[in-house]
C-alpha cells in the first residue's frame, strides 16, 4: 500500500496547511512585537487630541506647553527605563492608567514592543496610539556583563556631559512682502517705524545625555528688530540652560531659564498640558515640576536656578530668579512703572526705550508629602521689583498688583479612592485675599469618567505667576463650575465634553458692568473605522456677556460664537490625508450676526527614509473676525502651526525636507495667503498693502 493514499491525502494536506498557517502567525507575530514605531504622526495627535484643548486665549502657553510636547515626540522616552515623573508628563494618561503600566512593567519585567500596550488594564485603543508617539520599547531582556561595566563607566559625570547628542537647528523667516513699520516715514516718532529688517532668525543648541544632562543656548530674533546695536548682542533674545537629573539620585537641578509649575496653577501654573476636557481624568497636580526653558517665548519664565530633592514621600523644590522685565516708565527719570509688557517684541523706538527697565527677584518653595492613594503640599513665592509699580486705574484695574513686594502662599491636597478622587488647592495673597479650586472626579468605569471643579478667585486676589483653568486673563475675579464627562464606546468611539459655567463679580476690561456671566460647552466624538481612517466631529460654543452701549446707556449683552468640525484622517505607512469641513456662527444679544466657514485639506508623503513633502490648502469665507476659524497646517520644528482665518480667501503651504547627508536635515516650507475681498492685511505698522501675503521659511538641522 503506497504511503499515501488518494483517501489520506486530503488530511495530510490539512495538516501541512495548518502547519504553514502556525507559523506564518508566528512569523507575524513576531514582527508585529518587534515593530517600535508610533502608531500615528504629530500632526494626527495636533488633530486629534491637543486641537481640541488648547485654550484660544492662552496662546503664549500653548505654544510652550506644545513645544514641549513636540520635543517629546522627536525624542521619544524609553518605555522600559522612564519614571513615574516622566509618564506623568502626557496629559492622555490618567493616574489609574499610569499605575497599571507600570505594574505591568514590573510584573513582566519590562516590554518586549509596543504592540503589548494592549495588555495593559485600562489602555484603550486611542490612548495606545497617543502614547506610542511619545515612547519607544528597548531590550526587556537582562544585561549583559559587558553591558553593565559600559554602562557604569559612562555614568561618570564628566562623560555624561559630552557623550550624548548634540543638536544644532537654525531657522530664517523670510516675508515676501512689505509691511507699513519698514518704511521710514517723513516726521519719525518712537512709535511710528520699525528699526531692523524684517527677517525673523532664531537659532538653536542642544545637548543631551538621556534624560539626565542636559544644556542648551536659543538666540532669536523677532522681524523689526534691530542687530547687533541699541543694547541688542547680537539679538534681542539670549536664553541657556543646564539641567541636571542623575538617574538614581535624590536630587535635580537646572541653572540658567526654566519654567516651574506647581499644584492647579493658582500660585506656579498648571503643572498639566490641555484644556477643560483633561479635568475628567485622574490626575495629582499636587506634584510640583520644572523645566528647562526651550521655547522662543520671552515672558513667563525664570532665570536664576532651581533644585529638587526627594526623599521616601517627601518632594522639596526651592528655586531663586532674578530677571530683568520690560516696563514702560512714567517719565524718563522715574522710578514708577505704569506698565508691565508682555509682548517680548523690541521694534519701535518706544519698545526699545521701556526694553529691560525693571529688576525683578523671585524666590520660592515647593513642599509635598505624597502617598499612594492621598498627598499633600504647600507652595509659596515672593518677588520683589526694583522699581513701584502703578498702573494708571481703569475700572478693569482697580485690584491689580501695586507696589515692590508680592506674596503667595498656597495648600493643596489629593485623595483617592476606589471609584472616586478628589483634589483642590487654596491659595492667599499678601492681604490674606483667598482664591481656590476643588475638583470631583467619578469613575465608576474604566472606560467612563465624570469630572466636577468648582473655582472662586476672590477679585482683590494677587499673583503675578499664576496661570488655572480660568476664563478671565488672570487668576482674580471668578466664579466658575465645571462639569465634563469622557467615555470609551466599544473600542472605536471616543466621546469627551465638557460645560463650564461662569462669573466676573467686579468689572473686566470687556464688561464694565459687574456680575458678567458666560458658558463655554464642547462636544468632541472620535470614530476609528480602522486602523488607517478615523472621523472626528466636534462641537464648541461660547457665550459670554460684553459691555454694550446705547444712547449714551451701558449695559450687558450676550455675544455667542458656534463651531462645528467635521473631519477624516486616513493614514498609510508613507500616505496621510486629512479633509476638514469647518462652520462657524457668531450672534450678539443686539441683534448683529455673522457666518462662517471654510473646506480645508492636508497631505503628507514620505517618499522615502530621507525624504518627504507635506501640503496644506484652504478655502474660506466669514463675514468678519468674529466668525473667524482656524486650523493646523504643516510647520517646522519648534514653530506655531495654529493660523486664524477671516473674510473671504484661500490658504496654502508647501513644505518639504530632504537628509542631506547622515544627521543633516534640510527643511523648506512656503505659505501663501490670498484674499478675494480686501486689498490688505493686518493695520498701522504691521499693515500689507496687498490681496497676496507669502512667507518663506528655511530651517537646517544637525544631529550628531
Not at 94 to 123: I, P, T, W
Not at 504 to 527: D, I, V
Request: glycine share 6%; charged share 25%.
Amino acid at each position: 500500500m503506497p504511503l499515501y493514499s488518494l483517501k489520506s491525502f486530503p488530511l495530510i494536506l490539512r495538516r501541512f496547511l495548518l502547519i504553514v498557517t502556525l507559523s506564518l502567525g508566528g512569523i507575524v507575530r513576531l514582527c508585529a512585537q518587534v515593530q517600535d514605531g508610533p502608531y500615528m504622526t504629530w500632526d494626527d495627535f495636533v488633530l486629534d487630541y491637543w486641537d481640541s484643548q488648547k485654550a484660544a486665549d492662552d496662546t503664549e502657553g500653548d505654544a510652550e506647553r506644545l513645544e514641549s510636547l513636540e520635543d517629546l515626540a522627536h525624542h521619544p522616552l524609553q518605555l522600559n527605563r522612564c519614571t513615574r515623573e516622566d509618564i506623568q508628563q502626557f496629559p492622555f494618561l490618567d493616574e489609574a492608567q499610569v499605575d497599571s503600566l507600570l505594574s505591568y512593567r514590573e510584573r513582566k519585567r519590562g516590554f518586549v514592543s509596543l504592540g503589548e500596550l494592549q495588555m495593559v488594564k485600562g489602555m484603550d485603543y486611542f490612548t495606545r496610539c497617543r502614547l506610542s508617539l511619545f515612547v519607544r520599547c528597548d531590550s526587556a531582556y537582562p544585561p549583559s556583563a559587558v553591558f553593565l561595566q559600559r554602562m557604569e563607566e559612562d555614568n561618570r559625570l564628566g562623560k555624561k556631559m559630552i557623550k550624548g547628542r548634540h543638536e544644532l537647528e537654525t531657522r530664517l523667516d523670510v516675508p515676501l512682502y512689505r509691511r507699513a513699520g519698514y518704511t521710514t516715514p517723513d516726521t519719525p516718532s518712537k512709535t511710528n517705524y520699525y528699526i531692523g529688517n524684517a527677517l525673523h532668525h532664531v537659532m538653536r543648541y542642544r545637548y543631551a545625555y538621556k534624560r539626565e544632562v542636559m544644556y542648551g543656548l536659543t538666540i532669536e530674533k523677532d522681524g523689526g528688530e534691530p542687530v547687533a546695536k541699541r543694547g541688542f548682542y547680537p539679538y534681542d533674545y539670549l536664553s541657556g540652560f543646564v539641567l541636571l537629573r542623575p538617574k538614581d539620585r535624590p536630587w535635580s537641578m537646572a541653572v540658567g531659564d526654566y519654567n516651574v509649575w506647581s499644584g492647579n496653577g493658582l500660585l506656579l501654573g498648571r503643572r498639566m498640558y490641555g484644556g477643560r476636557e483633561v479635568e475628567a481624568r485622574q490626575t495629582r497636580n499636587t506634584l510640583s515640576l520644572f523645566k528647562a526653558h526651550t521655547s522662543t517665548e520671552e515672558i513667563d519664565f525664570f532665570r536664576g536656578a532651581v533644585g529638587a530633592w526627594k526623599w521616601r514621600s517627601m518632594d522639596v523644590m526651592a528655586f531663586a530668579s532674578y530677571r530683568r522685565l520690560d516696563g514702560r516708565l512714567s517719565n524718563a527719570s522715574s522710578d514708577t512703572v505704569t506698565t508691565l509688557l508682555q509682548t517680548g517684541l523690541h521694534r519701535t523706538l518706544s519698545e526699545i526705550e521701556a526694553r529691560r527697565t525693571v529688576g525683578c527677584f523671585t524666590a520660592g518653595w515647593h513642599w509635598s508629602w505624597n502617598q499612594k492613594h492621598w498627598g499633600v503640599a504647600t507652595d509659596g513665592v515672593w518677588s520683589h521689583f526694583s522699581k513701584y509699580v502703578s498702573p494708571a486705574e481703569r475700572w478693569y484695574n482697580a485690584h491689580y498688583f501695586r507696589g515692590q513686594t508680592a506674596r503667595s502662599l498656597s495648600a493643596s491636597y489629593y485623595i483617592e479612592l476606589s471609584k472616586l478622587s478628589f483634589q483642590g488647592d487654596v491659595a492667599t495673597d499678601r492681604e490674606w485675599h483667598v482664591s481656590t479650586v476643588h475638583r470631583l472626579l467619578y469613575a465608576p468605569t474604566r472606560h467612563l469618567r465624570f469630572g466636577l471643579q468648582y473655582r472662586q478667585f476672590s477679585p482683590r486676589y494677587v499673583t503675578l505667576y499664576g496661570r488655572a483653568l480660568q476664563q478671565a486673563n488672570r487668576v482674580a475675579n471668578e466664579q466658575g463650575v465645571l462639569l465634563n464627562a469622557y467615555a470609551l464606546i466599544g473600542k472605536s468611539v471616543e466621546w469627551s465634553g465638557y460645560v463650564d459655567l461662569f462669573r466676573f463679580p467686579k468689572p473686566t476690561y470687556q464688561s464694565r458692568q459687574p456680575n458678567a456671566k458666560g458658558m463655554e460647552a464642547m462636544c468632541q466624538l472620535a470614530y476609528r473605522l480602522s486602523n488607517d481612517w478615523r472621523l472626528l466631529m466636534r462641537y464648541k460654543l461660547k457665550s459670554r456677556q460684553y459691555t454694550l452701549t446705547l444712547d449714551e446707556q451701558q449695559g450687558l449683552e450676550y455675544r455667542t460664537v458656534q463651531k462645528l468640525r467635521l473631519s477624516s484622517v486616513w493614514t498609510h505607512a508613507r500616505y496621510e490625508l486629512t479633509t476638514q469641513a469647518d462652520a462657524s456662527y457668531a450672534h450678539r444679544q443686539s441683534g448683529k450676526h455673522s457666518l462662517g466657514w471654510m473646506i480645508s485639506s492636508r497631505a503628507a508623503w514620505k517618499a522615502s527614509s530621507r525624504w518627504g513633502l507635506k501640503a496644506f490648502g484652504a478655502f474660506f469665507f466669514t463675514d468678519d473676525t468674529e466668525s473667524m476659524l482656524y486650523a493646523y497646517e504643516p510647520q517646522m520644528l519648534h514653530a506655531s502651526a495654529f493660523p486664524s482665518f477671516a473674510y473671504h480667501g484661500m490658504r496654502g503651504v508647501v513644505m518639504g525636507h530632504y537628509q542631506v547627508l547622515k544627521g543633516l536635515t534640510l527643511s523648506l516650507r512656503l505659505a501663501s495667503t490670498h484674499y478675494f475681498n480686501r486689498d490688505h492685511f493686518s493695520s498701522r505698522l504691521d499693515e500689507i498693502s496687498s490681496s497676496w501675503k507669502n512667507d518663506l521659511s528655511v530651517q537646517v538641522r544637525w544631529v550628531m
